[in-house]
């Protein structure tokens, strides 16, 4: 049988390699490139932190709660200009429903704590059940230095019109006329170095302290431009209540206070100042907001100067648990802002008003009364 001579197996052609070492090399300099975003967002967003463009609640570069509070009482000692307005609302439901607002709006400048500006407006309003059960009143003051002066703008309140006409004078007659009131002599004792000193030391006394828990830190928010920490915090009552101990117990020792309260010589004045400071303040106080509860408040505080600019508060309260003998419930309300820290206050004096006695004669007396 004749072979058939071996022949050279013709090489099968390689396949094309280079797709694959194509896409390999495409495929790493993907990863590169993303590993490069990577690193570049994360030095990006780590800047954004340090320099705080970028501030979420978990930023590791922003400061405690804590702090914040603590500087914030820091400096909020070293304001003497601020606008501040306040409202209070207290709801009363069945079986009185009744509702009293209670609003505040002013200026006040401590620049010169002898002699203190102000220029407020106090509105009261009570609504009742009935259209006759209702009052209301809104009165402006101006307080200049030793000076103090006020205006009844607007006055719906029969009771005390019925009372003042029995001394024969027209409430209607004297809305809208300032009055200038014969407190000169109590408001230069207010200003004395002695009342000085001891509201200092009240202020340490509040800075000092904490009578706050952390809550709960809320969003940021923005005020006048501005951003704020928003926490809400829960007093400690129990601080709470030996801090207003020892701040009135702090008064009693002024001699001033003690002057007021029996003329600095009656023995008494001795035995209160032990009193209030043996913690009879503190065990009053703590029982009252044993039966009020838990109180949570939100602070407004700004990131840039470390101020106080709101303050809100809502509490619902069963009436019965402040004294058995009540029965329903109380809505409590109150919110603060404060702005125009350290702008400097200008209040004028009326350019026309009356005196006092003027506008409240003296009423003889009658016969057969000392």
């Known amino acids: 049988m004749e072979q058939t001579p071996m022949q050279n197996p013709v090489p099968s052609p390689m396949p094309n390699m280079a797709p694959v070492v194509q896409g390999a090399k495409g495929s790493g300099m993907l990863i590169k490139v993303i590993g490069i975003v990577v690193l570049l967002g994360i ?4 800047a954004l932190l340090g320099a705080r463009v970028w501030d979420p609640l978990w930023s590791p570069f922003r400061p405690s709660p804590e702090k914040v509070m603590a500087m914030m009482m820091e400096n909020m000692k070293n304001v003497k200009t601020s606008h501040t307005i306040a409202n209070m609302g207290v709801e009363v439901k069945a079986p009185m429903n009744a509702k009293l607002s209670l609003m505040l709006d002013g200026n006040s400048d401590i620049s010169d704590i002898t002699n203190p500006v102000g220029e407020f407006t106090f509105r009261v309003s009570l609504t009742g059940a009935t259209p006759a ?8 003051a101006k307080m200049i230095g030793k000076e103090l002066y006020f205006n009844i703008s ?9 009372m003042l006409a029995m001394t024969g004078i027209d409430l209607d007659a004297i809305k809208g006329v300032w009055v200038k009131a014969p407190a000169q002599e109590e408001l230069a004792q207010a200003s004395s170095p002695d009342v ?8 340490d006394m509040v800075a000092a302290s904490s009578v706050y828990n952390l809550k709960e830190q809320l969003a940021d928010e923005t005020i006048s431009g501005q951003k704020m920490y928003h926490y809400l915090l829960t007093l ?11 701040m009135v117990a702090e008064a009693m020792k002024s001699p001033t206070v003690q002057q007021d309260i029996s003329g600095g010589n009656d023995p008494s004045t001795s035995m209160l100042t032990e009193l209030f400071g043996s913690g009879a303040i503190q065990g009053i106080v703590s ?41 329903g419930s109380a809505d409590i309300s109150f919110e603060t802002s404060y702005s125009n820290y350290n702008v400097p206050v200008a209040v004028l004096v009326p350019s026309t008003f009356k005196t006092f006695d003027e506008v409240f004669p003296q009423q003889p007396l009658m016969p057969g009364k000392l």
Request: charged share 20%.
């Open 133 to 140: 059960e209702s009052m209301s009143a809104t009165v402006m």
């Open 154 to 162: 607007e006055a719906n309140l029969p009771p005390l019109a019925l």
């Open 196 to 203: 000085n000193a001891l509201t200092k030391k009240l202020q």
């Open 43 to 46: 030095i990006a967003g780590g």
């Open 287 to 327: 029982q009252a907001l044993e039966k009020i509860g838990q109180i949570d408040v939100e602070f407004f505080i700004g990131q840039t100067d470390y101020l106080l600019y709101g303050v809100k508060m809502e509490k619902s309260l069963n009436l019965s648990s402040v004294d058995p003998g009540m029965t």
């Open 236 to 246: 400690d009552n129990e601080k709470l209540a030996k801090l207003m101990g020892d």
